[in-house]
């Protein structure tokens, strides 16, 4: 039995013994000057070392000019044909290290995979043990100032270990950038239908931050017609930057900050002002501002992340409907970035950041392509169901007055995200009383058909007119000033053209018209009483005239023409 123990003993410490005496140590070495051989007798700044063949040392290098020399030791030696290589990686690794190999006595450049290096790498380097690793020989390591990153890995690996995974981050990069990339066609394709910006922008956010990943992930210097930006650090820099700005002017749409919380939105504004001003920097200095720019965009990040949930949280507090989605599908996302965004600076070791963050990047597209795919299919229900309604106007089909008040009421809910700018116009037939005092009713009614009919023809099929009352007409046009205005001048012309025919009688008649336009936050009865009063100074004018409100105001109004 005693005998059996102490050969169970034996085992396990020939079992440990292997794993313990292949542990590897690092020693940064301070060095004053930019030295292209290794240092004899430098000061050491910092050791560490792996306890274990798997281990991976990690630590950090602020750039510097005059960058590192690294002394690395084996306490085991290894053999040429044990198929190990010393891998160093970095979430900035560029440009070339200067390595002296164990054993060898002549310097070695070895380049980042992105420029000549083993292709297996997507970050880093890979550096080769030709000789194995003597127990007694030392290995030196340069990081140059401009490769110099704020964390390093360092550790052992094999050829299938490396190829096993990269191909496998590729191929999860290339899955998450192709679904990334198909959200955001399909937030086009809504943009394209209804004109709204809140679509436009996460499609173009989504767009921005599929590149930003796939650059990152180094693949994308595999790649027909990516490869020249993957090989330019201010083009992911400046694709973060972009995919930021619409991130803010999509949150300010999303959660309804201009109604619910306008200071807040002011606040927002100007952080992405402050974004497109980085950038510009970027762009018009290149590489002259490479050594410090990315500090100031990952800043600006730290300060917008923790802002966002906070605004985040107080609308969901205030009732925007859809701040439940925002925060479910960005909060891991922030989280993820500023975590990211801390890493590039020094502050923390966050690996587990870069490799998490296109897995929340696609998680969170799902959920808020989700929420906008639910919004936009609840705004075209409104739109279906008002233009169906039964209750019309018995007299000419149109819908009537109450319908067309409560679809405006449902697009300027807080759930509607707000439409696009829309414009309220009241059209008045000039004389009316007139037409029915002298040729009867019965041509009256027929004569509002026929208006009816003709200004539907100068109308788009996403335009919606109902019969407010009497002979007066209201149409919701969803556009501009310029394009209403312009809409209200061919319902004008329409008229003066030519005159009406009824039972033998040609009625010649005018129409006077009142334009109001759509402002975020405004409620719908003070949306009418602004298209009211301008329809009250147009009919004041004269025939064929138009008058449009100004905004923020409810008793000015401008005569565009009159006869």
Known sequence: MRKALWALMVALACLCAPAAAQSLKVEVLMTDTDLQTPPVGAPVMRSLTAERPDDVIRFSLPRRSEGYWLRLTSQ???????????????????????????????LREIQDAERGGVPLMR?????????????????????????AMSEIRLSFASIPELARQ???????????????MLMAVAMVGVWVAFRD?????????????ATYLLLRSGDASEMWGLAGMASEPAVAWALATLATIFQLGFSLRFLDLPRLMPRTAWVLRSIQW??????????????????WWYIGGNVLLLLGVPLMLVIAVVAWRKGAPYAGYYLLGWTPMLVLAAALAANILGLQDAEWAERGLALTAVLESAVLALALSQHAANRHRIVLLARQSVERDPLTGALNAQVLEQMLEAWSSPGSLNVNTYGLLLVDLDGFGEVNARYGRAVGDALLQQALSRMRGVLSPDDTIARMEGDCFGIVSECERGECELLARRIGETFAQRPFRIDGHEITISVSIGLAMSQRGEQVPALFERARFALRNATAAGRNAVSVAQSGSRDIAVVLQAE
Not at 197 to 209: D, E, S
């Open 123 to 147: 970050r880093g380097w890979v550096l080769s043990l030709p000789n194995g690793w003597p127990t007694s020989t030392v290995a030196y390591v340069r990081i140059k100032g401009r490769a």
């Open 76 to 106: 085991r030696s290894i053999k040429p044909g044990d198929g190990l290589m010393l891998v160093v990686r970095g979430s900035r690794a560029m440009g070339p290290l200067l390595y002296y190999p164990p054993g060898a006595a002549h």
């Open 274 to 291: 402050a974004n497109m001003f980085w950038l510009l920097v970027l762009v018009l200095l290149r590489e002259h501002v490479y050594g």
């Open 197 to 209: 910006f809140v679509y436009l922008g996460y499609g173009a956010y989504l767009g921005c931050m």
């Open 166 to 180: 990269e191909r496998g981050d590729a191929r999860f990069m290339a899955a998450a950038f192709t679904a990334m």
